[in-house]
């Protein structure tokens, strides 16, 4: 059974800092992508948007324009982990932020997706 797990969410000011993690098991995670998605507040599922995504090396990356530069995505396959650093947060970053793992890079259709962990950022 496959679980992914994120944490790290929390209600932070303009201008702070956090980080994400997503701790997944039940499957080989260096066969795996991994992307963060986020769904702001009052939107449907089916408007959730990438913010990142990173290959199974984590030689790859992707970045969404709102959140490049400020955002950096990175994974340790020791640990079957993926992490967001956060900076330079803003009100627009509101969201709950879900984790995601899918066989092809920056696919579309994730296979495994977790529960989200909200982030709140006050102006």
């Known amino acids: 059974q496959v679980q992914v797990v994120e944490s790290g969410g929390g209600v932070v000011q303009t201008g702070d800092s956090l980080r994400l993690s997503c701790t997944v098991s039940?499957?080989?995670?260096?066969?795996?992508?991994m992307a963060w998605f986020r769904q702001p507040p009052g939107k449907e599922r089916t408007e959730r948007t990438v913010?990142?995504?990173?290959?199974?090396?984590?030689?790859?990356?992707f970045y969404a324009p709102a959140v490049k530069g400020r955002f950096t995505i990175s994974r340790d396959n020791h640990k079957n982990t993926v992490y967001l650093q956060m900076n330079s947060l803003k009100p627009e970053d509101t969201a709950t932020y879900f984790c995601?793992?899918?066989?092809?890079?920056?696919?579309?259709?994730?296979?495994?997706w977790g529960q989200g962990t909200q982030v709140t950022v006050s102006s």
């Open positions: 913010v990142s995504c990173i290959n199974w090396a984590g030689s790859s990356s």
């Open positions: 995601a793992a899918a066989r092809d890079y920056c696919s579309g259709t994730q296979d495994y």
């Open positions: 039940g499957l080989v995670f260096d066969d795996y992508s």
